[in-house]
């Protein structure tokens, strides 16, 4: 499985949303989430109140006293095995895991206990217009860079101007294709204006990382390899071997150690990332001390191989940490750049051929549910209504695009076929066939064949990862349905480029979840991004309705908006059967070694290796309260 929050816009973004609130920062925003004057405050939010006042001291979910030392290491976080840059914004290339997290800082930050609101961070005011087409935000006046510069309107801008250039991923593009213009009002002030209103875009631009213009000084932005970055993070780069891994020291000098969003995070000394060719090295590796923690996703590795002795002696622990993220999407997305995905008939064949009740059942120990929606364990799931049908605020979205979608999707939701009794496999399989046939697709000289006699044959791309032994398993269904694949391993690096260039048939993707969905939304479905390379519409999408209804989250102003249109899009998104959903967990897996110490309030919403990184330290002698 490939994790589709590998681009820096995304990790960033997601932290927004997936820690994130129901609140609005501006005492301004008072009503529906409009603001009444252009007042500022010390955060934003799309809907609602900010949860924390201008004068709070820290987040509920950090340990203000945490005490400070000591090395954290960590392994590659993903499937890299090894980096040919530093700079984590451009397309080309692997960059270094941390470098974006540990070194790179926005306008505002997230809470994880809300939903889509932020805090000041390199801003100390924000200040949105009446007329919700620009939003001001005032730069803190100690804010540094690693190099002691103070960080100015000019260096925002600049680094607005290089993400939204050619050489960047085009995530950035997509994110902030409503910004109009950005202007330099003085040395610490600069202005966001908007081509439409779009209540989410001060959150988009607040969360766009900020660098030094002295970091391109001498290599063009799109060249950088192994400059380090001149940002105002809390870590610096110590020392690296680009097959090995990579470590990083607490800046003495971090401008920010007093700040209330900052109190209690980023503990540790030094934060170390070694990179492991695969999966059972990298748990070999932990088992035998070699580093600190490790988020496992496999259930059947979580169940049988996280023991032994220093699991028993209490030197390493393994916890379910339970969160409130809404599922996202995970599974096995069809391209229909492909002309044998094109019909609606044969997806949803393909559909019906994965058997999960099995494969929960005899390889992930009942772990899992299976996912229902592009927004499962979430309001916004059109399966969340309660007979499955639209209600009168999705009608009001859906009717004026009637002539553009399928009758089905003003019906029931679509449900994910079963393989409990009285259903079975064959039953599925069955139904398969008589789809395929309706899309002309019939089984002869064994193989399923088209009107001209070419087989169905198609290549699953996978990394190596996690999914293998699942994909094996689909595999055989759809053979018994006359469809032949062919199973393609290769290393990170080529996957990644690979589905930048959407040379694919089909590959196994989690695209991240989201509290509150929005402009990322774009980057994932609209046409436009169907043909821009590096973007998420990996589906080769294009759908005008589709279009329509990805604006009209975008453009919703209070919650009840936001989840009648999310339940659109959802409703028609399902009906197209553009992906094989898999399953989802409720709690993140984590194992660990004793001396590592986190608070007791957990976060809502988070991701494991982000909450560990900084929020989490290492025991000593004193004594800390948590």
Known sequence: MHIRARRPLQAAWQRFRSFAALGCGLAALCVAGFPLSADAAHGFAQYGGLKYPVDFTHFDYVNPDAPRGGTLTLANPDRRTSFDKFNPFTLKGTSAPGVNALMFES????????????????ADDVTVAPDELSVTFHLRPKARFSNGDPVLASDVKYSYDMLMSKASSPGYRSMCTDVKAVTVVDPLTVRFDFKQRNIELPLIVGSLPVFSKKWTATVPFEKLTFEAPVASGPYLIERYDAGRGISFKRNPAYWGDDLAVRRGTFNFD??????????????????????????EYKAKSWAKSYEGKRFTSGDLFKTDFPHR??????????????PMFKDVRVRQALILALDFEWLNRQLFYGAYRRLDSWFSNSELAASATFDGRPGP????????????????????????????PPRSLRDNLRDARRLLAQAGWTYEDGALRNAKGEPFVFEFLDDGGAMSRVITTYVRNLEKLGIEVNQRTTDFALYQKRLEDFDFDMVSIRFPDSQSPGNELRD?????AADTPGSDNLFGLKSPAIDHLVDNVL???????????GRALDRVLMHGYYIVPNWFSASHRVAYRKELVYPQRLPYYYTAEGWILSNWWRADTRPAAQ
Request: without cysteine; glycine residues 8%.
């Open 393 to 420: 605020g999705e009608l009001a979205l859906l009717e004026p695009l009637r002539a553009q979608l399928q009758p089905e999707v003003f019906g029931p939701i679509v449900t994910q076929p079963a393989t409990n």
């Open 270 to 295: 030094h934060v170390v990332y070694r990179l492991y060719k695969d999966e059972t090295a990298k748990l070999e590796a932990f088992k035998a001390g070699e580093f600190d923690a490790i988020v």
């Open 107 to 122: 306008l505002l930050i997230a809470s994880a206990d809300e939903t889509a609101s932020a805090y000041g961070l390199l």
């Open 555 to 565: 453009h919703a102003h209070t919650r009840e908006e936001l989840v009648n249109a």
């Open 325 to 338: 993220n809404g599922a996202g999407m995970q599974g096995f997305v069809m391209n229909m750049r492909k």
């Open 524 to 528: 994932r479905f609209n046409s436009e």
